[in-house]
């Protein structure tokens, strides 16, 4: 599963200049140097420092390469495909090569980028995947004073056992396998140091390269994107909220339901420290590599939805991390939901607007969308445009539950509808309206993503009433018990 | 009347506890010598048969911090010069700690190296204390000779900042102050190398 960049770098074949050239001006001068081991190298935290590694060869090939990428959004997945598959793999090493050092942001926008498996080319996808288990670079020095900084103690005193070598590396931090002196095997999250800031670093350099494109039509759309992006790593870098949700989520379910939340040590948890249980199991690549049958897939995917429906009614939290790094098949068959730094609480506005779009998900009616999506994007009659694409989009995005059924969530052809949709969406920054839109759109199509991926089928209309049922809402005028409206 | 070494240590002892519980609540600038003699209930010219400075005062806290326990030696041999570095002084920052908020002013006056230009020496002991570990550091891990006067004039330089960073740092556990310590380290470690004699 491992993967090192530096092994990436040897198995490159050699540079075609041409080949390279990123589309946005920059050049690719020859003699691409690759870093010895850049996966063992600290973070680079001040901006002066991170500025001249963006200047650097590889980050600036990366840096254009996202660009290219992001704009890639705007064209059809086909074309794109055809046209850069050959350059794709070259330039996504070297991406990943600057994600080295730059990991803080850049490692979560290749997350981010995860949950779009039609748009971002497979390879660049699944090398992305890997490297989020690379082994990490913060050596055990740096981390025993993290650790003593937080918890008061050093790891080795804290923990009956500890091991030094991180057997994850989060986004934001890494994370390593440790005994508590009551027996309980635990994983700890250690932050890195400063990678808040490191973070808010990244965005202004990366807006810095990008200026020159700003008077293109698409720097809003994506501008957009790095807010929102933003705001999701203030919350990523909380542990203590990332504690509090796991602790409700955990809550929600029961052990005959299959879904599992891992518990938290809150004696051995801070802002920056999370010490929670270890759960076994594989990612979802290596779950599918083992062939499971349709059955099982069907099954898997039936738990992810509970899982989100139950968060949402029961818990009032919208899970938005769709990242298949987050879910562990284990080998007992339960499912575990392991990252819970991005989740967006709903409050009584938001509330209100879910318990207003229930009446479209569960009538499937035009009109009733329309409604809704009026009312949710505060839009009227003179953005007919932008409301018909809302509605497509929810059209697509509700369809299943609307009408009932098995629904082949692998169907490709659906799913790449539903990424002509969205990418349409955010060209036309279509997406805005509500603060809240780009967010729990893009959570969405996450979630639909990896249904996709896992080629489930079934029926998930039972699944949302029964859990629906938690909220007490009235639906009588348009819900009719066990069947269509 | 002859003074004890006893008694002596006594009043040094009332001195430095007063001014440390001074310098902690009212803060460096705003403690007067008068202030350190009255808390520590001795006569005004008594202080200065001690202590010539207020600076001097901190230099002799810092200094007691670091003898109380020596410091840890890492129980598996640190990875790299730059670990090694990285964990001595992340040692003596712990050790520190009580001192922080008051240490700036001794950064700035006697351990800054504009000090020995000035012919203050009060802070060479530390200064040089704390280089001969780095030197034993590098020769464990066979780089000593890379380390000539200008090496170390950097390191320490390095070092001051740090420190001068963390009297200062407001995040939250001095955080930012452990990735800067990181990064000077791991530069100072690759410069270091790079610049070995053959």
């Given at each position: 599963m491992s993967l090192t960049v530096a092994e990436l770098l040897q198995a490159l074949p050699q540079v075609d200049e041409e080949t390279t050239a990123p589309p946005n001006g920059l050049t690719v001068p020859n003699g691409l140097a690759a870093p010895q081991e850049p996966s063992l190298r600290p973070v680079p935290v001040g901006r002066w420092q991170r500025m001249t590694l963006l200047g650097s060869l590889q980050a600036k090939i990366a840096a254009a390469y996202l660009f290219y990428w992001i704009r890639g959004w705007f064209k059809s997945a086909d074309e794109n495909s055809r046209l850069l598959a050959e350059t794709h793999w070259r330039t996504a090493v070297h991406v990943l090569n600057s994600m080295g050092y730059l990991r803080g942001a850049v490692m979560k926008a290749g997350q981010t980028l995860a949950n779009f498996p039609d748009i971002a080319p497979r390879e660049f996808v699944e090398t992305l995947e890997k490297l989020h288990f690379d082994a990490p670079p913060m050596h055990w020095s740096l981390l025993r004073e993290m650790v003593h900084n937080e918890l008061g103690d050093d790891p080795e005193n804290l923990f009956a056992e500890f091991d030094p070598t991180a057997f994850a590396a989060a986004s934001?931090?890494?994370?390593?396998?440790?005994?508590?002196?009551?027996?309980?095997?635990?994983?700890?999250?250690?932050?890195?140091?400063?990678?808040?800031?490191?973070?808010?670093?990244?965005?202004?350099?990366?807006?810095?390269?990008?200026?020159?494109?700003?008077?293109?039509?698409?720097?809003?759309?994506?501008?957009?994107?790095?807010?929102?992006?933003?705001?999701?790593?203030?919350?990523?870098?909380?542990?203590?909220?990332?504690?509090?949700?796991?602790?409700?989520?955990?809550?929600?379910?029961?052990?005959?339901?299959?879904?599992?939340?891992?518990?938290?040590?809150?004696?051995?948890?801070?802002?920056?420290?999370?010490?929670?249980?270890?759960?076994?199991?594989?990612?979802?690549?290596?779950?599918?590599?083992?062939?499971?049958?349709?059955?099982?897939?069907?099954?898997?995917?039936?738990?992810?939805?509970?899982?989100?429906?139950?968060?949402?009614?029961?818990?009032?939290?919208?899970?938005?991390?769709?990242?298949?790094?987050?879910?562990?098949?284990?080998?007992?068959?339960?499912?575990?939901?392991?990252?819970?730094?991005?989740?967006?609480?709903?409050?009584?506005?938001?509330?209100?607007?879910?318990?207003?779009?229930?009446?479209?998900?569960?009538?499937?009616?035009?009109?009733?969308?329309?409604?809704?999506?009026?009312?949710?994007?505060?839009?009227?009659?003179?953005?007919?445009?932008?409301?018909?694409?809302?509605?497509?989009?929810?059209?697509?995005?509700?369809?299943?539950?609307?009408?009932?059924?098995?629904?082949?969530?692998?169907?490709?052809?659906?799913?790449?509808?539903?990424?002509?949709?969205?990418?349409?969406?955010?060209?036309?920054?279509?997406?805005?309206?509500?603060?809240?839109?780009?967010?729990?759109?893009?959570?969405?199509?996450?979630?639909?993503?990896?249904?996709?991926?896992?080629?489930?089928?079934?029926?998930?209309?039972?699944?949302?009433?029964?859990?629906?049922?938690?909220?007490?809402?009235?639906?009588?005028?348009?819900?009719?018990?066990?069947?269509?409206? | 009347m002859r003074v004890t070494a006893e008694a002596k240590e006594s009043t040094r002892r009332a001195i430095l506890d007063a001014a440390q519980t001074l310098f902690r609540t009212a803060g460096f600038e705003a403690t007067t010598t008068r202030d350190v003699v009255k808390a520590a209930g001795i006569a005004t010219g008594t202080l200065f048969n001690y202590f010539s400075t207020k600076e001097a005062i901190v230099i002799a806290l810092v200094v007691e911090s670091q003898a109380l326990k020596p410091l840890r030696t890492a129980d598996a041999r640190p990875a790299s010069l730059e670990e090694a570095l990285f964990s001595l002084v992340a040692a003596e920052l712990r050790q520190l700690k009580p001192h922080r908020t008051y240490l700036m002013p001794i950064l700035e006056s006697t351990l800054s190296p504009l000090a020995e230009a000035r012919g203050d020496d009060s802070g060479q002991a530390l200064r040089s204390d704390h280089l001969a570990r780095v030197v034993e550091l590098a020769r464990q891990y066979e780089l000593e000779a890379a380390l000539t006067p200008v090496a170390l004039q950097i390191y320490w330089t390095l070092y001051l900042g740090v420190l001068a960073f963390w009297t200062n740092d407001r995040s939250p556990k001095q955080v930012e102050t452990l990735a800067l310590l990181d990064q000077s380290l791991s530069m100072f470690a690759n410069w270091l190398g790079s610049h070995e004699p053959d």
């Open positions: 934001l931090g890494q994370v390593h396998l440790a005994r508590l002196k009551t027996g309980e095997v635990v994983a700890v999250k250690i932050q890195y140091p400063a990678i808040a800031q490191s973070i808010a670093n990244d965005f202004r350099n990366l807006v810095l390269f990008l200026l020159p494109n700003r008077l293109g039509r698409d720097w809003l759309n994506l501008k957009d994107q790095f807010d929102d992006f933003r705001l999701r790593l203030e919350q990523e870098t909380d542990y203590d909220l990332e504690a509090r949700n796991l602790e409700k989520a955990r809550a929600l379910f029961r052990d005959e339901e299959g879904i599992i939340v891992p518990r938290v040590y809150r004696q051995y948890s801070t802002a920056r420290v999370l010490t929670m249980d270890l759960l076994e199991g594989v990612h979802m690549d290596e779950y599918l590599a083992r062939n499971p049958s349709q059955a099982e897939r069907n099954e898997v995917g039936i738990k992810m939805v509970r899982a989100s429906y139950r968060l949402m009614y029961a818990g009032r939290m919208l899970y938005n991390d769709y990242h298949p790094g987050n879910f562990l098949f284990l080998d007992d068959g339960r499912l575990g939901l392991i990252d819970f730094g991005y989740i967006m609480p709903l409050d009584d506005e938001l509330w209100e607007l879910f318990r207003m779009i229930d009446r479209p998900l569960t009538t499937g009616r035009a009109d009733d969308r329309l409604a809704a999506l009026k009312t949710w994007s505060g839009l009227g009659e003179e953005s007919s445009d932008q409301l018909r694409l809302y509605s497509e989009f929810g059209e697509w995005q509700w369809r299943a539950r609307a009408e009932g059924g098995v629904f082949d969530f692998g169907d490709e052809a659906d799913f790449r509808r539903g990424v002509d949709i969205f990418t349409q969406m955010l060209r036309k920054r279509y997406s805005r309206g509500h603060r809240t839109t780009l967010t729990i759109t893009r959570g969405n199509f996450g979630w639909r993503s990896l249904l996709y991926r896992l080629g489930a089928r079934f029926d998930i209309r039972p699944l949302a009433e029964a859990e629906i049922a938690a909220t007490g809402w009235d639906r009588s005028s348009y819900a009719r018990p066990g069947g269509k409206a | -």
